[in-house]
């Protein structure tokens, strides 16, 4: 009897963008003709317009070319865009969700949004305006979680309830994304000595 061998495992890879954002895979007039998620400001979005751009960096410090970066956020009034919000509270002109590619040249990944209100614990403490963002790129088996919050907000960073619970206070750097303007810069590393803090979610 003649077996077949078995197929090579893939992370993720090209078939990631070919079913997620097919007009970076060369696959254009899907979805209507726009990829799922590349615009988040639908309308007259209430609050403070921010652009959200940086690069994803493997072990040895390169910019990954083809990682796919998921972000999901509250509106600026600290609300989701989600069933378990109150209807029709969050802002309408905001989907709060967001998927973009990074550069198939120069590895840079760019959001327009929306900058997030505080947020709520689960104890009623409030949480600094942040994004949740979930990566996936070439060698990660599970796509990996993270949080961005915002180097111009001291006073709520030092008030988060997460950002409390991290031991080693020398790596929250890792998840503060610097203001220019109206860009905030976030760079996430894999690996090495600015590997970025992941949730194990």
């Not at 690069?55 to 509106?75: C, F, K, N, P, S």
């Not at 989701?80 to 590895?107: I, K, V």
Request: glycine share 12%; with cysteine; net charge negative.
């Amino acid at each position: 009897m003649r077996y077949l061998k078995e197929t090579p495992s893939q992370t993720a890879g090209p078939y990631v963008h070919i079913g997620c954002v097919p007009s970076f895979a060369g696959l254009e007039g899907m979805f209507g003709g726009r990829d799922l998620g590349d615009k988040m400001i639908t309308g007259d979005a209430k609050g403070e317009r921010i652009t959200l751009t940086g690069h994803v960096h493997d072990g040895t410090g390169m910019a990954i070319r083809d990682a796919l970066l998921e972000i999901w956020q509250a509106d600026a009034a600290g609300l989701y865009n989600s069933p378990q919000e109150r209807r029709g509270a969050a802002d309408p002109h905001f989907t709060g969700w967001g998927r973009q590619p990074t550069d198939g040249e120069t590895g840079r990944y760019r959001f327009e949004t929306i900058k997030p209100g505080p947020v709520p614990w689960s104890d009623g403490r409030m949480q600094a305006p942040h994004i949740l963002v979930w990566i996936v790129a070439r060698g990660i088996n599970m796509g990996l979680a993270t949080r961005v919050y915002f180097d111009d907000e001291q006073e709520a960073n030092a008030a988060d309830p997460l950002l409390a619970r991290i031991e080693h206070r020398d790596r929250i750097p890792t998840l503060l994304a610097r203001r220019e303007g109206d860009t905030y810069h976030f760079d996430i590393h894999l690996q090495g000595p600015d590997e970025t803090i992941f949730f194990d979610i």
